[in-house]
Antibody, heavy 120, light 107 residues
Framework: EVQLVESGGGLVQPGGSLRLSCAASGFTLSTYFMHWVRQAPGKGLEYVSSITSNGDNTYYANSVKGRFTISRDKSNNTLSLQMGSLRAEDMAVYYC?????????????WGQGTLVSVSS | SYVLTQPPSVSVAPTQTARITCGANNIGTKSVHWYQQKPGQAPVLVVYNDNNRPSGIPERFSGSNSGNTATLTISRVEAGDEADYHCQVWDRDSDFVFGTGTKVTVL
């Protein structure tokens, strides 16, 4: 059974840093195109970042480029998101997701999410 | 950037049909995917590539896509269908683009 479990969320001050993790089970993370998507309170879904299966390519939304870094650890089968220079507008539930390609990419499996709060 | 516009809310009586639209310029040339999200839960894929259902999704969920509008149709609506619904497309320039989301209320 495919499972994604996020952790690492919490309260951080503006300008601070936080590292989110997503533990995958039931599949090998390094064989899939993986993603982070966030949802601010009461708002819609927003794409954050992606990493290709071989880890050679990473992609970021303009809103986080230069501040966030996506990576994966093959030994632990874990996806990570290092977040820096956090702003109030980064406050959201962060989901990791596994995609599938069938002419287009869509998000087939999602974790339960981890909440990031940014406040002084 | 590519913008997907959804109505904020749709209300429907049980056993009736709900239609949720997702509008954008020439969206009919792209593949559209739909997610259901219940309060406090992660999104769940209900339709992919315009009109395909993942395993376990009831046949009551269907989709269409043409011109400037994609539509998710929920037939014979049940109380358990009450949720937010999000459309999504992907392209090489914009990566993942999500719609503004629609809250479906079952009367």
């Amino acid at each position: 059974e495919v499972q994604l479990v996020e952790s690492g969320g919490g309260l951080v001050q503006p300008g601070g840093s936080l590292r989110l993790s997503c533990a995958a089970s039931g599949f090998t993370l390094s064989t899939y195109f993986m993603h982070w998507v966030r949802q601010a309170p009461g708002k819609g879904l927003e794409y954050v970042s992606s990493i290709t299966s071989n880890g050679d390519n990473t992609y970021y939304a303009n809103s986080v480029k230069g501040r966030f870094t996506i990576s994966r650890d093959k030994s632990n089968n874990t996806l990570s998101l290092q977040m820096g220079s956090l702003r109030a507008e980064d406050m959201a539930v962060y989901y990791c997701a596994r995609s599938r390609y069938s002419g287009s990419y869509f998000l087939e499996y999602w974790g339960q999410g981890t909440l990031v709060s940014v406040s002084s | 950037s590519y913008v997907l516009t959804q109505p904020p809310s749709v209300s429907v009586a049980p056993t009736q049909t709900a239609r949720i639209t997702c509008g954008a310029n020439n969206i009919g040339t792209k593949s559209v995917h739909w997610y259901q999200q219940k309060p406090g839960q992660a999104p769940v894929l209900v339709v992919y590539n315009d009109n395909n259902r993942p395993s376990g999704i009831p046949e009551r969920f269907s989709g269409s896509n043409s011109g400037n509008t994609a539509t998710l149709t929920i037939s014979r609506v049940e109380a358990g269908d009450e949720a937010d619904y999000h459309c999504q497309v992907w392209d090489r320039d914009s990566d993942f683009v999500f719609g503004t989301g629609t809250k479906v209320t079952v009367l």
